[in-house]
């Protein structure tokens, strides 16, 4: 089956920087790569997906990258806001259906 | 669009009863619901997935006669976990698949979170 290995655990970054998560998974078959954010005790709310017929795709200051011959993708957030800090997870799947999860990135963004 | 609610969104019950969890899509039909456990600072595990007028299918190491699930309609999934004990303490969130513009997302329920006395 599919596993899904994200990177870093933790990550700290000062305001107006950028943020950079990665994922790797290991099914050539998943098709479907979401990136959620999820606050303390809430449900995880979809950012940014990617489809495996596109390398990459832009959302104002989230974009997300796929490379799938290594079977990567990362997440990037540009001009990094307090309001950012929350637990990323990437998951992947075949057509939106099963998703695994990756471990899940704490980013807190300083002041 | 796409709303997926939960009810109860916390529960306390004591060690051995049951307790039933419902998920709904408010403003879509999901022949397919999909529920997740989580527990504190973990990712998101898949536990089973909810085929409306079907058996659900489980992942391994879900026991599917503690972990019953029904999908009786095409917005209503239930998941009830029976004999419940303190180590199913945990977050459960469902999630149902939507149809958006260059395919189908899945979109979750608020969680409920479960605590076993």
């Known amino acids: 089956g599919e596993n899904v290995e994200q990177h870093p655990s933790t990550l700290s970054v000062q305001e107006g920087d950028s943020a950079v998560i990665k994922c790797t998974y290991s099914d050539s078959a998943s098709n479907y790569f979401p990136w959620y954010k999820q606050e303390l005790g809430k449900r995880p709310q979809l950012i940014i997906d990617?489809?495996?017929?596109?390398g990459e795709k832009k959302d104002q200051r989230i974009a997300v990258t796929l490379n799938k011959t290594a079977k990567h993708f990362s997440l990037h957030i540009t001009e990094t806001q307090p309001e950012d800090s929350a637990v990323y997870f990437c998951?992947?799947?075949?057509?939106?259906?099963?998703?695994?999860f990756g471990q899940g990135t704490r980013l807190t963004i300083n002041p | 669009g796409a709303v997926v609610s939960q009810h109860p969104s916390w529960v306390i019950c004591k060690s051995g009863t049951s307790v039933k969890i419902e998920c709904r899509s408010l403003?879509?039909?999901?022949?397919?619901m999909f529920w997740y456990r989580q527990f504190p600072k973990q990712s998101l595990m898949l536990m089973a997935t909810s085929n409306e007028g079907s058996k659900a299918t489980y992942e391994q190491g879900v026991e599917k006669d503690k972990f019953l699930i029904n999908h009786a309609s095409l917005t209503l999934s239930t998941l009830t976990v029976t004999s419940a004990h303190p180590e199913d303490s945990s977050f459960y969130i469902c999630?149902?698949?939507?149809?958006?513009?260059?395919?189908?997302?899945?979109?979750f329920g608020p969680g409920t979170r479960l605590t076993v006395t």
């Open positions: 990617i489809r495996s017929n596109v």
């Open positions: 403003d879509f039909q999901a022949t397919t």
């Open positions: 998951a992947a799947s075949q057509g939106a259906q099963k998703l695994v």
């Open positions: 999630s149902a698949g939507h149809l958006a513009g260059a395919g189908e997302e899945q979109y």
